[in-house]
Protein backbone atom coordinates (compact mmCIF):
# COMPACT_ATOMS: atom_id res chain seq x y z
CA UNK A 1 0.00 0.00 0.00
CA UNK A 2 1.66 3.30 -0.82
CA UNK A 3 0.64 6.80 0.44
CA UNK A 4 -2.02 8.02 -1.75
CA UNK A 5 -3.91 4.45 -1.35
CA UNK A 6 -3.60 4.65 2.30
CA UNK A 7 -5.10 8.03 2.36
CA UNK A 8 -7.47 7.15 -0.06
CA UNK A 9 -8.32 4.19 1.68
CA UNK A 10 -8.33 5.36 5.03
CA UNK A 11 -9.00 9.61 5.63
CA UNK A 12 -10.56 10.76 2.68
CA UNK A 13 -13.81 11.52 4.57
CA UNK A 14 -14.23 14.84 4.19
CA UNK A 15 -17.77 16.21 4.18
CA UNK A 16 -18.33 19.82 5.18
CA UNK A 17 -19.09 23.38 2.98
CA UNK A 18 -16.60 24.92 5.31
CA UNK A 19 -13.93 23.24 3.66
CA UNK A 20 -13.68 24.12 -0.05
CA UNK A 21 -10.84 21.93 -1.21
CA UNK A 22 -9.64 18.95 0.94
CA UNK A 23 -7.40 15.88 1.06
CA UNK A 24 -5.97 15.67 -2.84
CA UNK A 25 -3.92 18.84 -3.74
CA UNK A 26 -0.81 20.72 -2.12
CA UNK A 27 -2.99 22.22 0.80
CA UNK A 28 -6.33 22.36 2.35
CA UNK A 29 -8.60 25.54 1.27
CA UNK A 30 -10.61 26.79 4.21
CA UNK A 31 -13.51 29.53 3.63
CA UNK A 32 -13.43 31.67 6.66
CA UNK A 33 -15.92 34.13 8.10
CA UNK A 34 -14.69 37.94 9.22
CA UNK A 35 -16.63 38.00 12.41
CA UNK A 36 -14.43 35.01 14.07
CA UNK A 37 -11.06 35.10 14.96
CA UNK A 38 -8.76 31.19 14.48
CA UNK A 39 -7.20 29.66 17.56
CA UNK A 40 -4.69 26.33 17.08
CA UNK A 41 -2.81 23.90 18.42
CA UNK A 42 -0.70 21.11 18.15
CA UNK A 43 0.17 18.23 20.11
CA UNK A 44 1.83 14.98 19.55
CA UNK A 45 1.34 11.40 21.05
CA UNK A 46 4.36 8.67 20.80
CA UNK A 47 4.26 5.22 21.65
CA UNK A 48 5.81 4.37 25.05
CA UNK A 49 5.89 8.00 26.01
CA UNK A 50 2.17 8.92 26.14
CA UNK A 51 0.25 5.63 25.74
CA UNK A 52 1.66 2.19 26.31
CA UNK A 53 3.10 -0.06 23.20
CA UNK A 54 -0.19 -2.07 24.00
CA UNK A 55 -2.76 0.31 23.60
CA UNK A 56 -5.11 -0.45 20.51
CA UNK A 57 -5.58 1.85 17.45
CA UNK A 58 -8.97 2.95 18.63
CA UNK A 59 -7.91 4.58 21.64
CA UNK A 60 -4.66 6.07 20.12
CA UNK A 61 -6.79 7.71 17.81
CA UNK A 62 -9.17 8.69 19.95
CA UNK A 63 -6.84 10.18 22.50
CA UNK A 64 -4.64 11.73 19.83
CA UNK A 65 -7.90 14.26 18.66
CA UNK A 66 -9.57 14.05 22.00
CA UNK A 67 -6.44 16.10 23.76
CA UNK A 68 -5.97 18.75 20.90
CA UNK A 69 -9.79 19.23 20.78
CA UNK A 70 -9.16 19.75 24.67
CA UNK A 71 -7.07 22.85 23.75
CA UNK A 72 -9.96 24.31 22.00
CA UNK A 73 -12.38 23.64 24.89
CA UNK A 74 -9.81 25.71 26.95
CA UNK A 75 -10.05 28.59 24.77
CA UNK A 76 -13.86 28.08 24.82
CA UNK A 77 -13.02 27.51 21.07
CA UNK A 78 -15.40 25.60 18.43
CA UNK A 79 -13.47 22.99 16.58
CA UNK A 80 -13.77 23.46 12.62
CA UNK A 81 -10.87 21.16 11.00
CA UNK A 82 -7.76 19.65 11.63
CA UNK A 83 -4.45 18.36 9.97
CA UNK A 84 -2.79 14.56 10.44
CA UNK A 85 0.87 14.02 10.93
CA UNK A 86 0.70 9.75 10.95
CA UNK A 87 4.52 8.05 11.53
CA UNK A 88 4.03 4.53 11.66
CA UNK A 89 6.33 1.47 11.48
CA UNK A 90 4.55 -0.38 9.08
CA UNK A 91 1.27 -0.49 7.36
CA UNK A 92 -1.00 -2.77 9.03
CA UNK A 93 -5.10 -2.56 7.60
CA UNK A 94 -6.67 -3.67 10.28
CA UNK A 95 -4.84 -1.01 12.34
CA UNK A 96 -5.17 1.76 10.25
CA UNK A 97 -8.97 1.33 9.89
CA UNK A 98 -9.92 0.85 13.39
CA UNK A 99 -7.36 3.87 13.81
CA UNK A 100 -9.55 6.08 10.79
CA UNK A 101 -12.66 4.86 12.23
CA UNK A 102 -11.97 6.03 16.26
CA UNK A 103 -11.00 9.41 14.49
CA UNK A 104 -13.64 9.66 12.32
CA UNK A 105 -16.57 8.94 14.84
CA UNK A 106 -15.12 11.61 17.31
CA UNK A 107 -14.52 14.30 14.76
CA UNK A 108 -18.04 13.58 13.58
CA UNK A 109 -18.90 13.90 17.76
CA UNK A 110 -17.68 17.57 17.83
CA UNK A 111 -17.99 18.58 14.36
CA UNK A 112 -14.19 19.09 12.81
CA UNK A 113 -13.38 18.05 9.79
CA UNK A 114 -9.99 16.30 8.63
CA UNK A 115 -8.52 18.58 6.02
CA UNK A 116 -4.56 17.02 5.46
CA UNK A 117 -2.52 15.10 6.40
CA UNK A 118 1.30 13.18 6.22
CA UNK A 119 2.24 9.88 6.13
CA UNK A 120 5.68 8.68 6.99
CA UNK A 121 7.82 5.47 8.21
CA UNK A 122 9.18 5.21 11.36
CA UNK A 123 10.25 2.94 14.02
CA UNK A 124 7.71 4.20 16.96
CA UNK A 125 4.26 5.12 16.28
CA UNK A 126 3.99 9.08 16.18
CA UNK A 127 0.68 10.94 16.12
CA UNK A 128 0.94 15.00 15.59
CA UNK A 129 -2.12 16.61 15.07
CA UNK A 130 -3.02 20.18 14.68
CA UNK A 131 -6.44 21.10 15.20
CA UNK A 132 -7.91 24.61 14.55
CA UNK A 133 -11.31 26.26 15.58
CA UNK A 134 -12.88 29.62 15.71
CA UNK A 135 -14.48 31.66 18.38
CA UNK A 136 -15.79 35.09 17.81
CA UNK A 137 -13.52 38.00 17.76
CA UNK A 138 -12.47 39.06 21.43
CA UNK A 139 -13.97 36.08 23.02
CA UNK A 140 -11.44 33.75 23.43
CA UNK A 141 -10.54 32.82 27.02
CA UNK A 142 -7.18 33.47 28.08
CA UNK A 143 -4.35 32.08 30.87
CA UNK A 144 -3.48 35.91 31.25
CA UNK A 145 -7.02 37.06 32.26
CA UNK A 146 -7.48 35.54 36.39
CA UNK A 147 -8.23 38.43 38.38
CA UNK A 148 -8.02 38.46 42.53
CA UNK A 149 -11.04 37.57 44.15
CA UNK A 150 -12.04 35.16 41.39
CA UNK A 151 -13.13 31.51 42.56
CA UNK A 152 -10.99 28.57 40.81
CA UNK A 153 -13.27 25.51 39.80
CA UNK A 154 -12.20 22.24 37.95
CA UNK A 155 -14.61 19.93 35.79
CA UNK A 156 -15.95 16.80 36.73
CA UNK A 157 -12.94 14.77 38.68
CA UNK A 158 -8.82 14.65 39.06
CA UNK A 159 -6.90 11.93 38.99
CA UNK A 160 -8.53 9.40 36.92
CA UNK A 161 -5.66 8.67 34.46
CA UNK A 162 -3.14 9.16 36.88
CA UNK A 163 -4.37 6.57 38.59
CA UNK A 164 -4.59 4.48 35.93
CA UNK A 165 -0.93 4.87 34.51
CA UNK A 166 0.30 4.68 37.71
CA UNK A 167 -1.68 1.13 38.37
CA UNK A 168 -0.08 0.17 34.28
CA UNK A 169 3.11 0.80 35.45
CA UNK A 170 2.52 -1.28 38.55
CA UNK A 171 1.06 -4.31 36.95
CA UNK A 172 -1.83 -3.79 38.13
CA UNK A 173 -5.44 -3.98 36.17
CA UNK A 174 -6.91 -0.68 36.64
CA UNK A 175 -10.69 -0.58 36.62
CA UNK A 176 -12.59 0.44 33.13
CA UNK A 177 -13.62 3.37 34.23
CA UNK A 178 -10.22 5.07 34.88
CA UNK A 179 -8.37 2.98 32.15
CA UNK A 180 -11.26 4.52 29.67
CA UNK A 181 -10.47 8.01 31.68
CA UNK A 182 -7.06 7.73 30.70
CA UNK A 183 -7.48 5.90 27.00
CA UNK A 184 -10.33 8.23 25.85
CA UNK A 185 -10.66 11.77 27.75
CA UNK A 186 -13.84 13.65 26.74
CA UNK A 187 -12.59 17.18 25.44
CA UNK A 188 -14.80 19.89 28.05
CA UNK A 189 -15.56 21.85 24.39
CA UNK A 190 -18.98 22.66 25.05
CA UNK A 191 -18.49 23.98 28.69
CA UNK A 192 -15.27 25.46 27.24
CA UNK A 193 -18.24 27.09 24.62
CA UNK A 194 -20.48 28.26 27.52
CA UNK A 195 -17.62 29.36 29.86
CA UNK A 196 -16.44 32.38 27.55
CA UNK A 197 -19.34 34.60 29.09
CA UNK A 198 -18.94 33.39 32.37
CA UNK A 199 -14.80 32.56 33.27
CA UNK A 200 -12.00 34.89 33.24
CA UNK A 201 -9.62 32.78 32.58
CA UNK A 202 -9.43 28.97 31.65
CA UNK A 203 -6.99 26.46 30.89
CA UNK A 204 -6.85 23.08 30.44
CA UNK A 205 -5.31 20.19 32.62
CA UNK A 206 -2.64 18.26 31.02
CA UNK A 207 0.42 18.54 32.65
CA UNK A 208 -1.03 18.32 36.21
CA UNK A 209 -3.05 20.22 37.95
CA UNK A 210 -0.70 22.17 39.78
CA UNK A 211 1.68 23.26 37.22
CA UNK A 212 -1.43 23.91 34.87
CA UNK A 213 -2.93 26.41 37.33
CA UNK A 214 0.50 28.05 37.50
CA UNK A 215 0.43 28.59 34.21
CA UNK A 216 -2.69 30.70 35.05
CA UNK A 217 -0.87 32.67 38.12
CA UNK A 218 2.23 33.32 35.65
CA UNK A 219 0.35 34.73 32.89
CA UNK A 220 -2.13 36.59 35.24
CA UNK A 221 0.31 38.25 37.59
CA UNK A 222 -1.81 36.73 40.53
CA UNK A 223 -1.44 33.67 43.32
CA UNK A 224 -4.32 31.28 44.74
CA UNK A 225 -4.87 29.16 47.78
CA UNK A 226 -6.67 25.87 46.80
CA UNK A 227 -8.00 23.28 49.39
CA UNK A 228 -6.99 19.71 48.53
CA UNK A 229 -10.41 18.45 50.59
CA UNK A 230 -12.00 20.36 47.67
CA UNK A 231 -10.30 18.72 44.61
CA UNK A 232 -13.19 15.89 43.41
CA UNK A 233 -12.04 12.80 43.45
CA UNK A 234 -13.17 9.43 42.68
CA UNK A 235 -13.62 7.01 45.27
CA UNK A 236 -10.85 4.69 44.12
CA UNK A 237 -8.06 7.39 44.32
CA UNK A 238 -9.92 9.34 47.68
CA UNK A 239 -8.96 5.54 48.81
CA UNK A 240 -5.37 5.51 47.44
CA UNK A 241 -4.75 8.95 48.94
CA UNK A 242 -6.27 8.16 52.12
CA UNK A 243 -3.45 4.79 52.18
CA UNK A 244 -0.55 6.93 51.01
CA UNK A 245 -0.39 10.34 51.25
CA UNK A 246 0.36 10.17 47.67
CA UNK A 247 -1.28 13.83 46.72
CA UNK A 248 1.54 14.18 43.78
CA UNK A 249 -1.21 11.50 41.53
CA UNK A 250 -4.00 14.68 41.76
CA UNK A 251 -1.67 17.49 41.67
CA UNK A 252 0.94 16.43 39.17
CA UNK A 253 -0.62 13.08 37.72
CA UNK A 254 -1.83 14.96 34.54
CA UNK A 255 -3.66 13.95 31.06
CA UNK A 256 -6.84 14.69 32.96
CA UNK A 257 -8.13 17.27 29.59
CA UNK A 258 -10.19 18.83 32.48
CA UNK A 259 -10.73 22.02 32.35
CA UNK A 260 -9.46 24.59 35.43
CA UNK A 261 -10.98 28.02 35.10
CA UNK A 262 -11.45 30.98 37.38
CA UNK A 263 -14.81 32.80 37.64
CA UNK A 264 -16.16 36.67 39.28
CA UNK A 265 -18.08 36.63 42.10
CA UNK A 266 -20.32 38.82 39.50
CA UNK A 267 -20.80 35.76 37.47
CA UNK A 268 -21.35 32.85 39.80
CA UNK A 269 -24.94 32.82 39.64
CA UNK A 270 -24.53 32.48 35.62
CA UNK A 271 -22.11 29.31 36.38
CA UNK A 272 -24.63 27.99 38.57
CA UNK A 273 -27.53 28.27 36.07
CA UNK A 274 -25.03 26.54 33.68
CA UNK A 275 -24.38 24.00 36.50
CA UNK A 276 -28.18 23.29 36.47
CA UNK A 277 -28.77 23.29 32.89
CA UNK A 278 -26.55 21.02 31.98
CA UNK A 279 -25.95 19.03 34.60
CA UNK A 280 -22.45 20.19 34.56
CA UNK A 281 -20.09 19.28 37.75
CA UNK A 282 -18.20 21.56 38.15
CA UNK A 283 -16.17 22.12 41.73
CA UNK A 284 -14.81 25.08 43.38
CA UNK A 285 -10.95 24.40 44.90
CA UNK A 286 -9.76 27.90 45.82
CA UNK A 287 -9.74 31.85 45.07
CA UNK A 288 -7.11 33.47 43.49
CA UNK A 289 -5.23 36.16 45.71
CA UNK A 290 -2.89 38.73 44.80
CA UNK A 291 -0.08 36.73 47.04
CA UNK A 292 2.25 35.50 43.81
CA UNK A 293 2.30 32.24 44.78
CA UNK A 294 0.01 28.90 44.80
CA UNK A 295 -0.71 28.28 48.28
CA UNK A 296 -2.35 24.33 49.34
CA UNK A 297 -4.41 24.44 52.18
CA UNK A 298 -4.57 20.76 53.61
CA UNK A 299 -2.62 17.84 54.49
CA UNK A 300 0.06 18.35 51.67
CA UNK A 301 3.21 20.20 52.46
CA UNK A 302 5.84 18.97 49.95
CA UNK A 303 7.06 20.18 47.01
CA UNK A 304 5.34 18.31 43.66
CA UNK A 305 7.17 17.30 41.18
CA UNK A 306 5.05 18.17 38.34
CA UNK A 307 5.54 16.10 34.60
CA UNK A 308 8.62 17.58 32.74
CA UNK A 309 8.52 17.06 28.76
CA UNK A 310 12.41 16.60 29.12
CA UNK B 1 15.65 22.13 30.90
CA UNK B 2 11.83 22.11 30.15
CA UNK B 3 9.91 22.15 27.69
CA UNK B 4 8.56 25.59 28.75
CA UNK B 5 11.94 27.12 29.33
CA UNK B 6 12.99 25.53 25.87
CA UNK B 7 9.94 27.11 24.21
CA UNK B 8 10.67 30.47 25.87
CA UNK B 9 14.42 30.53 25.26
CA UNK B 10 14.44 29.30 21.30
CA UNK B 11 11.03 29.93 20.19
CA UNK B 12 9.20 32.41 21.45
CA UNK B 13 9.58 35.12 18.50
CA UNK B 14 6.64 36.08 17.55
CA UNK B 15 6.04 39.24 15.95
CA UNK B 16 2.86 40.14 13.80
CA UNK B 17 -0.63 41.97 13.66
CA UNK B 18 -1.98 38.96 12.37
CA UNK B 19 -1.32 37.11 15.36
CA UNK B 20 -3.28 38.17 17.96
CA UNK B 21 -2.16 35.74 20.88
CA UNK B 22 0.73 33.37 19.80
CA UNK B 23 3.01 30.82 22.12
CA UNK B 24 1.85 30.50 25.49
CA UNK B 25 -1.90 30.05 25.82
CA UNK B 26 -3.85 26.78 24.98
CA UNK B 27 -3.88 27.99 21.39
CA UNK B 28 -2.96 30.90 19.57
CA UNK B 29 -5.77 33.25 18.20
CA UNK B 30 -5.16 34.58 14.43
CA UNK B 31 -7.16 37.58 12.58
CA UNK B 32 -8.89 36.56 9.33
CA UNK B 33 -9.86 38.44 6.79
CA UNK B 34 -13.26 37.44 4.41
CA UNK B 35 -11.89 38.37 1.23
CA UNK B 36 -9.56 35.33 1.60
CA UNK B 37 -9.30 31.74 1.96
CA UNK B 38 -7.15 29.94 3.97
CA UNK B 39 -4.78 27.19 2.44
CA UNK B 40 -3.30 24.53 5.01
CA UNK B 41 -0.62 21.26 4.64
CA UNK B 42 1.43 19.59 7.01
CA UNK B 43 4.51 17.43 6.48
CA UNK B 44 6.53 15.35 8.73
CA UNK B 45 10.78 14.70 7.99
CA UNK B 46 12.35 12.17 9.94
CA UNK B 47 16.11 11.25 10.74
CA UNK B 48 17.73 9.18 8.65
CA UNK B 49 14.62 8.61 6.21
CA UNK B 50 14.40 12.26 4.92
CA UNK B 51 17.42 13.66 5.97
CA UNK B 52 21.04 11.56 7.31
CA UNK B 53 21.70 11.62 10.89
CA UNK B 54 24.49 14.07 10.18
CA UNK B 55 22.59 16.89 8.51
CA UNK B 56 23.26 19.83 10.65
CA UNK B 57 20.29 21.60 12.84
CA UNK B 58 20.07 24.16 10.85
CA UNK B 59 19.59 22.23 7.69
CA UNK B 60 17.28 20.27 9.07
CA UNK B 61 15.28 23.34 10.43
CA UNK B 62 15.66 25.00 6.94
CA UNK B 63 14.42 21.53 4.79
CA UNK B 64 11.55 21.43 7.12
CA UNK B 65 10.18 24.65 6.32
CA UNK B 66 10.38 25.02 3.54
CA UNK B 67 9.12 21.65 2.22
CA UNK B 68 5.82 22.86 3.65
CA UNK B 69 5.93 26.38 2.27
CA UNK B 70 6.73 24.84 -1.47
CA UNK B 71 2.96 23.55 -0.54
CA UNK B 72 1.74 27.07 -0.20
CA UNK B 73 3.84 28.19 -3.39
CA UNK B 74 2.20 25.35 -5.18
CA UNK B 75 -1.88 26.97 -4.17
CA UNK B 76 0.10 30.38 -5.53
CA UNK B 77 -0.52 31.42 -1.71
CA UNK B 78 0.85 33.82 0.43
CA UNK B 79 2.30 31.90 4.20
CA UNK B 80 1.02 33.17 7.22
CA UNK B 81 1.48 31.44 10.14
CA UNK B 82 2.73 27.79 11.19
CA UNK B 83 2.91 25.17 14.10
CA UNK B 84 6.09 23.37 15.18
CA UNK B 85 5.71 19.56 16.70
CA UNK B 86 9.52 18.66 17.56
CA UNK B 87 10.25 15.36 18.80
CA UNK B 88 14.07 14.93 20.00
CA UNK B 89 16.15 12.90 21.87
CA UNK B 90 17.63 14.79 24.25
CA UNK B 91 17.60 18.46 24.25
CA UNK B 92 21.24 19.87 23.18
CA UNK B 93 21.03 23.84 23.50
CA UNK B 94 23.80 24.13 21.13
CA UNK B 95 21.25 22.26 17.77
CA UNK B 96 18.03 24.07 19.13
CA UNK B 97 19.89 27.31 18.90
CA UNK B 98 21.00 26.57 15.25
CA UNK B 99 17.72 25.35 14.86
CA UNK B 100 15.86 27.96 15.87
CA UNK B 101 17.61 30.45 14.00
CA UNK B 102 18.21 28.85 10.85
CA UNK B 103 13.98 28.14 11.16
CA UNK B 104 13.30 32.10 11.91
CA UNK B 105 15.90 33.23 9.27
CA UNK B 106 13.50 31.54 6.27
CA UNK B 107 10.22 32.65 8.27
CA UNK B 108 11.23 35.96 8.17
CA UNK B 109 12.33 36.17 4.69
CA UNK B 110 8.80 34.11 3.84
CA UNK B 111 6.85 36.62 6.34
CA UNK B 112 5.56 33.58 7.71
CA UNK B 113 4.78 33.69 12.13
CA UNK B 114 5.53 30.89 14.44
CA UNK B 115 2.51 30.78 16.37
CA UNK B 116 2.13 27.73 18.32
CA UNK B 117 4.40 23.81 19.10
CA UNK B 118 5.00 20.73 21.18
CA UNK B 119 8.02 19.46 21.95
CA UNK B 120 8.51 15.75 22.58
CA UNK B 121 10.89 13.05 23.49
CA UNK B 122 11.76 10.43 20.81
CA UNK B 123 14.35 7.78 19.73
CA UNK B 124 14.79 10.01 16.49
CA UNK B 125 14.53 13.57 15.28
CA UNK B 126 11.14 13.92 14.00
CA UNK B 127 10.15 17.32 12.31
CA UNK B 128 6.08 18.30 11.77
CA UNK B 129 4.88 21.51 10.49
CA UNK B 130 1.85 22.71 9.54
CA UNK B 131 2.19 25.78 7.34
CA UNK B 132 -0.91 27.98 6.77
CA UNK B 133 -1.54 30.73 3.89
CA UNK B 134 -3.85 32.87 2.20
CA UNK B 135 -5.45 33.25 -1.39
CA UNK B 136 -7.71 35.43 -2.12
CA UNK B 137 -10.72 34.01 -2.81
CA UNK B 138 -11.57 31.11 -5.77
CA UNK B 139 -7.83 32.20 -6.41
CA UNK B 140 -6.49 29.01 -5.21
CA UNK B 141 -3.58 26.89 -8.30
CA UNK B 142 -4.79 23.61 -8.00
CA UNK B 143 -3.75 20.00 -9.32
CA UNK B 144 -7.13 19.70 -10.81
CA UNK B 145 -7.54 22.62 -13.76
CA UNK B 146 -5.60 21.42 -16.37
CA UNK B 147 -6.59 21.62 -19.87
CA UNK B 148 -6.08 20.04 -23.12
CA UNK B 149 -3.72 22.12 -25.34
CA UNK B 150 -2.23 23.27 -21.87
CA UNK B 151 2.13 23.54 -21.75
CA UNK B 152 3.54 21.88 -19.01
CA UNK B 153 5.83 24.29 -17.72
CA UNK B 154 9.07 23.29 -14.46
CA UNK B 155 10.87 26.01 -12.61
CA UNK B 156 14.40 26.06 -12.28
CA UNK B 157 16.39 22.99 -13.14
CA UNK B 158 15.28 19.07 -12.08
CA UNK B 159 17.51 16.41 -10.62
CA UNK B 160 19.55 18.20 -8.44
CA UNK B 161 18.70 16.96 -4.82
CA UNK B 162 18.66 13.35 -6.10
CA UNK B 163 21.80 13.46 -7.37
CA UNK B 164 23.00 14.80 -3.87
CA UNK B 165 21.31 12.15 -2.25
CA UNK B 166 22.38 9.26 -4.43
CA UNK B 167 26.17 10.89 -4.21
CA UNK B 168 25.77 10.89 -0.68
CA UNK B 169 24.11 7.26 -0.25
CA UNK B 170 27.18 5.98 -2.37
CA UNK B 171 29.65 7.74 -0.18
CA UNK B 172 30.77 10.21 -2.85
CA UNK B 173 31.02 13.93 -1.82
CA UNK B 174 28.32 15.85 -3.59
CA UNK B 175 29.22 19.57 -4.87
CA UNK B 176 28.25 22.51 -2.49
CA UNK B 177 25.73 23.39 -5.64
CA UNK B 178 23.83 20.13 -5.37
CA UNK B 179 24.40 19.41 -1.53
CA UNK B 180 22.41 23.01 -0.70
CA UNK B 181 19.74 21.93 -3.56
CA UNK B 182 18.95 19.26 -1.56
CA UNK B 183 19.42 20.75 2.06
CA UNK B 184 18.13 24.13 1.21
CA UNK B 185 15.58 23.96 -1.22
CA UNK B 186 14.60 27.28 -1.92
CA UNK B 187 10.43 27.95 -1.77
CA UNK B 188 9.01 28.61 -5.00
CA UNK B 189 6.71 31.19 -3.09
CA UNK B 190 6.60 34.15 -5.41
CA UNK B 191 6.83 32.26 -8.45
CA UNK B 192 3.30 30.13 -7.24
CA UNK B 193 1.78 33.66 -6.60
CA UNK B 194 2.04 35.32 -9.77
CA UNK B 195 1.22 32.32 -11.62
CA UNK B 196 -2.02 32.38 -10.30
CA UNK B 197 -3.08 34.28 -12.97
CA UNK B 198 -1.36 32.50 -15.74
CA UNK B 199 -1.52 29.00 -14.87
CA UNK B 200 -4.55 26.45 -15.15
CA UNK B 201 -3.04 23.84 -12.96
CA UNK B 202 0.30 23.60 -10.36
CA UNK B 203 1.94 21.38 -8.47
CA UNK B 204 5.24 21.53 -6.29
CA UNK B 205 7.75 18.18 -7.23
CA UNK B 206 8.62 16.41 -3.98
CA UNK B 207 8.26 12.64 -4.83
CA UNK B 208 9.84 13.18 -8.31
CA UNK B 209 8.59 14.50 -11.24
CA UNK B 210 6.88 11.82 -13.31
CA UNK B 211 4.48 10.98 -9.82
CA UNK B 212 3.88 14.62 -8.95
CA UNK B 213 2.66 15.33 -12.91
CA UNK B 214 0.50 12.18 -13.22
CA UNK B 215 -1.47 14.02 -9.91
CA UNK B 216 -2.07 16.65 -12.13
CA UNK B 217 -3.13 14.80 -15.02
CA UNK B 218 -5.07 11.79 -12.84
CA UNK B 219 -6.75 14.88 -11.11
CA UNK B 220 -7.98 16.37 -14.21
CA UNK B 221 -8.88 13.60 -16.08
CA UNK B 222 -6.34 14.96 -19.16
CA UNK B 223 -3.15 12.88 -20.30
CA UNK B 224 0.35 14.48 -21.60
CA UNK B 225 3.61 13.96 -23.51
CA UNK B 226 6.67 15.13 -22.16
CA UNK B 227 9.90 15.59 -23.64
CA UNK B 228 12.96 14.18 -22.03
CA UNK B 229 15.66 15.95 -23.47
CA UNK B 230 13.39 19.43 -22.80
CA UNK B 231 13.62 18.79 -18.81
CA UNK B 232 16.05 21.30 -17.59
CA UNK B 233 19.15 19.81 -15.86
CA UNK B 234 22.60 21.37 -14.36
CA UNK B 235 25.51 20.45 -15.69
CA UNK B 236 26.50 17.30 -13.43
CA UNK B 237 23.18 15.68 -13.90
CA UNK B 238 23.72 15.88 -17.50
CA UNK B 239 26.79 14.25 -17.60
CA UNK B 240 25.71 11.44 -14.74
CA UNK B 241 22.46 11.20 -16.99
CA UNK B 242 24.64 10.50 -20.14
CA UNK B 243 26.80 7.83 -18.51
CA UNK B 244 24.35 5.69 -16.84
CA UNK B 245 21.27 6.54 -18.82
CA UNK B 246 19.74 6.39 -15.21
CA UNK B 247 16.47 8.89 -16.25
CA UNK B 248 14.70 7.80 -12.58
CA UNK B 249 16.98 10.14 -10.91
CA UNK B 250 15.37 12.64 -12.86
CA UNK B 251 11.67 11.66 -13.14
CA UNK B 252 11.72 9.94 -9.67
CA UNK B 253 14.20 10.97 -7.83
CA UNK B 254 12.16 14.11 -5.87
CA UNK B 255 13.48 16.52 -3.20
CA UNK B 256 13.01 18.93 -5.71
CA UNK B 257 10.89 21.12 -4.65
CA UNK B 258 10.22 23.18 -8.22
CA UNK B 259 6.73 24.04 -9.46
CA UNK B 260 5.40 21.72 -12.02
CA UNK B 261 2.66 23.98 -14.02
CA UNK B 262 0.38 24.11 -16.74
CA UNK B 263 -0.09 26.92 -18.98
CA UNK B 264 -2.78 28.25 -21.69
CA UNK B 265 -1.77 29.68 -24.75
CA UNK B 266 -3.75 32.63 -24.32
CA UNK B 267 -1.48 33.34 -21.05
CA UNK B 268 1.98 32.46 -22.75
CA UNK B 269 2.60 36.43 -23.34
CA UNK B 270 1.87 37.08 -19.25
CA UNK B 271 4.67 33.89 -18.91
CA UNK B 272 7.13 35.74 -20.95
CA UNK B 273 6.51 38.97 -19.08
CA UNK B 274 7.09 37.53 -15.76
CA UNK B 275 9.74 35.87 -17.47
CA UNK B 276 11.64 38.78 -18.35
CA UNK B 277 9.96 41.13 -15.15
CA UNK B 278 12.42 38.64 -12.85
CA UNK B 279 14.26 36.39 -14.35
CA UNK B 280 12.72 33.62 -13.25
CA UNK B 281 13.78 30.46 -15.19
CA UNK B 282 10.90 28.14 -16.46
CA UNK B 283 11.10 25.47 -19.01
CA UNK B 284 8.40 24.24 -21.39
CA UNK B 285 8.79 20.43 -20.84
CA UNK B 286 5.11 19.14 -22.62
CA UNK B 287 1.78 19.32 -23.97
CA UNK B 288 -1.45 18.24 -21.97
CA UNK B 289 -3.11 15.52 -24.41
CA UNK B 290 -6.54 13.87 -23.72
CA UNK B 291 -4.82 10.71 -23.92
CA UNK B 292 -4.81 10.33 -19.77
CA UNK B 293 -1.63 8.48 -19.98
CA UNK B 294 1.83 10.21 -19.50
CA UNK B 295 3.98 9.90 -22.39
CA UNK B 296 7.83 10.31 -22.30
CA UNK B 297 9.57 11.00 -26.03
CA UNK B 298 13.24 10.46 -25.65
CA UNK B 299 15.55 8.20 -24.89
CA UNK B 300 14.01 6.21 -21.48
CA UNK B 301 11.35 3.33 -22.12
CA UNK B 302 11.90 1.45 -18.68
CA UNK B 303 8.61 1.91 -16.45
CA UNK B 304 10.00 4.60 -13.43
CA UNK B 305 10.34 3.55 -9.92
CA UNK B 306 8.65 6.47 -8.18
CA UNK B 307 9.52 7.04 -4.42
CA UNK B 308 6.83 5.49 -2.28
CA UNK B 309 6.40 6.74 1.31
CA UNK B 310 5.67 2.59 2.65
Redesign the interface.
Known sequence: ???FS?IETYFHWNSSNLV??GI???????????N?????????L?ES??FPSNTSASDIAYKSLAVNLS??A??G?RAK?F???L??P??NKKWLSQFATSLKSLADEFGIVL??????????I?I?I?V??V?EKNK?L???SAQVGDFIFVSNTIGDAAYAWKQLQNNQAPSEYVINKFNRPKPQLFLGQQLSDIANA???ISDGLEQDLTHILT?SNVGASINLNDIPLINEVKTYIKKTSDWCLVLAGGDDYELCFTVPVKNMNLLKALQNKNNTKVTQIGVINDSMVLTKIGSFDKPCCSY???
Not at 24 to 34: E, L, R, W
Not at 36 to 44: A, C, E, H
Not at 115 to 124: E, H, M, P, Q, S
Open positions: MNELNLGDDCAVIDIDAYQLVTSVDTIVHDLAMAYTLATLHTVGGDTTRGALSTNTGVALRSCIDRQHF
